[in-house]
Each structure stands twice: as structure tokens, then as C-alpha cells.
């Protein structure tokens, strides 16, 4: 029986690991397999905004710069139809206008002249009409008040020192404008005398800078002779072309020196307002210092406490 009982023990050995096999197997947990992830569809966003109609441009601009415009000069050719004139010493443009019954801009234009300042004696001009004999300029020597009645003189502006606007105007450092007769002929143009006294001025006596009396006046314009190239008399306003050396010396001489000449200019010429040029420049230029002056500067009588035209 012994080895009966060695059977029996080996079998339920047998048994007993069998079963802790199956315990130990159905203990465990098989880990499970994930399944795959079904791609979710992305969903199509929706919106609540209306389309609206398309708007079709209706037009296409294009900006377009500027550009400057080219300079195009005509070839300028004398006019060799009208008739010869040879310019004679004093002569300017003006006077040859004046004389020839036509004007210092078509003169310029029929001989191809870029400064009507600049013609010399010798040079042969066109000219429309026949140009009249010329009249002598005054010279240093005014002719004799006796060979003139006072209602043929012409009047115009002198500088009465130290009379602080006694008797005129006050310019200057206390001096005064005040008329005077002078030894020339009065013309019925206003062009032609403010020609006349620029001219006379030009040559007078200086006078006397410190007067000792009332009747003692003085010329600044002594010694300059400066010339007229055009004269144009408005309605209200006048317009004087010079050319000519203007040296200046001092504020006092100068302010009693641009009021006689632009005194007499807007006197003269019976107006309120004054454009003078002088080489083609405004006359301002020369008298004021602060370089704000403006090209077109016009001249006033309230600067020379001249009365107004009505």
C-alpha cells in the first residue's frame, strides 16, 4: 500500500499546482488592446453673414504726376521788313518809341532784344515808322526861367533841409518835400515830364545840404543820370522802367533820395500807387535792408506823406 499512497500524494500534487495555475492565470488581466480612434470629420463652419453682391469697380483711376512743361523758345528773327534806325548818343528805347509813334515792347520784340536797357549809340534797330528828328536833352545848364511863362514850367519835388515838414511833407531826417518851378517845359504827357525831371534832376546843381535860408533846397539825384527805358501811366497806378548806377550813403541821404525820385514819379503821373524798376530790379531793393522786400513791390503815397489823388 505504500506505493499506493505515494501515487495518491504525487496526484494531488498534481492537482494542487494545476489549480494555482488556473488561479494565478485567471487572476491576471489580459491588458486590452486600444482600438484605433475613427477620425472624427472636421466640421465645415458655417456662417450666419450673408454674402452680398459682389460690387463690380466702375472705374480704374491712375494717378498721374505732373510734369513740368517743357520750355520751347521760338527762334526770334529781326524784323528785317520794317525800316533802319541808328541809335544816337542818349538815345533809349523810349525815347525812340515815343519818337516813332510805337512802344518799347514792340521794338523789343521786332529787333530780338532781351534788355531793352542795353543799346548803344551805333546800333541799327527796326523801326515800324519813320523815328522824329531828335530833341536835344537838357544840358547841365537849365535854360533861363524868363523864356518860359509860370504856366509853362513844370513843378516838381525838391528836398528843403531842415524844415522838419514845415512846408511839405517831412522825409527823411527832418526834411521836407516841397514844389518848386523849374527851368524846363511842361508837356500834356505824364510819361514825358517824369522822363524831363528824372533828366534835369540828373543834372542839376547838387544845392546846398545845409540851407542858409528857406529858399535853399537840395538835389540828391545830382549826378546819377539815370535812364528811362519805358513809361507806362494807369488808371490809379504808374509803371517806370530805369536803368542806371544808384549808389547809396547813408540813411538819411538815402530816404531823402527815394523820395524825390518816387515823389515826383506818383506826383507827376497824378496817381496813388508806383512800380519802378531800376536794372531790371524793384527799386525797393536798393533802400530796404531787411530782405523781406517783394519784387512786385508797389510804391504808395502814404510813405511819403503825399496827400492822396481823389
Given at each position: 500500500m505504500g506505493w499506493i499512497k505515494k501515487w495518491a500524494l504525487a496526484a494531488m500534487l498534481v492537482a494542487s499546482l494545476a489549480a494555482c495555475n488556473l488561479t494565478s492565470s485567471s487572476s491576471l488581466t489580459d491588458t486590452p488592446t486600444p482600438e484605433p480612434l475613427t477620425s472624427v470629420p472636421s466640421a465645415t463652419p458655417t456662417s450666419d453673414i450673408i454674402p452680398t453682391n459682389t460690387l463690380t469697380p466702375t472705374a480704374t483711376f491712375t494717378a498721374t504726376v505732373p510734369q513740368p512743361p517743357t520750355a520751347v523758345l521760338p527762334s526770334c528773327i529781326p524784323r528785317g521788313d520794317w525800316k533802319q534806325y541808328v541809335v544816337l548818343p542818349g538815345d533809349t528805347l523810349f525815347r525812340i518809341a515815343e519818337r516813332g509813334n510805337t512802344t518799347v515792347a514792340e521794338l523789343?520784340?521786332?529787333n530780338c532784344i532781351d534788355d531793352p536797357s542795353k543799346i548803344v549809340s551805333g546800333q541799327i534797330l527796326y523801326v515800324p515808322n519813320d523815328v522824329a528828328t531828335v530833341t536835344p536833352r537838357p544840358s547841365a545848364t537849365p535854360e533861363p526861367t524868363a523864356t518860359l511863362s509860370p504856366d509853362e514850367q513844370l513843378e516838381a519835388y525838391v528836398i528843403l533841409s531842415?524844415?522838419?515838414?514845415?512846408?511839405?511833407?517831412?522825409?527823411?531826417?527832418?526834411?521836407?518835400?516841397?514844389?518848386?518851378?523849374?527851368?524846363?517845359?511842361?508837356?500834356e504827357y505824364a510819361a514825358a515830364n517824369i522822363e524831363a525831371v528824372i533828366d534835369y534832376f540828373g543834372n542839376a546843381p547838387e544845392g546846398t545840404r545845409n540851407p542858409a535860408s528857406a529858399s535853399d533846397t537840395y538835389n540828391p539825384l545830382h549826378g546819377y543820370n539815370l535812364s528811362v527805358n519805358n513809361i507806362a501811366v494807369n488808371i490809379g497806378y504808374v509803371e517806370v522802367d530805369l536803368s542806371g548806377d544808384m549808389i547809396l550813403s547813408g540813411v538819411c541821404f538815402d530816404a531823402i533820395l527815394e523820395a524825390q525820385l518816387v515823389g515826383n514819379v506818383l506826383y507827376?503821373?497824378?496817381?496813388?500807387?508806383?512800380?519802378?524798376?531800376?536794372?531790371?530790379?524793384?527799386?525797393?531793393?536798393?533802400?530796404?535792408?531787411?530782405?523781406?522786400?517783394?519784387?512786385?513791390?508797389?510804391?504808395?503815397r502814404d510813405k511819403f506823406n503825399l496827400p492822396n489823388v481823389p
Open positions: 523789343t520784340t521786332g531842415e524844415d522838419d515838414g514845415a512846408q511839405g511833407p517831412q522825409v527823411g531826417c527832418g526834411d521836407s518835400l516841397v514844389l518848386q518851378s523849374l527851368p524846363i517845359a511842361r508837356s507827376l503821373a497824378n496817381v496813388n500807387e508806383a512800380v519802378i524798376m531800376l536794372n531790371g530790379e524793384n527799386l525797393i531793393y536798393r533802400f530796404d535792408m531787411s530782405g523781406n522786400a517783394r519784387r512786385d513791390y508797389v510804391y504808395t
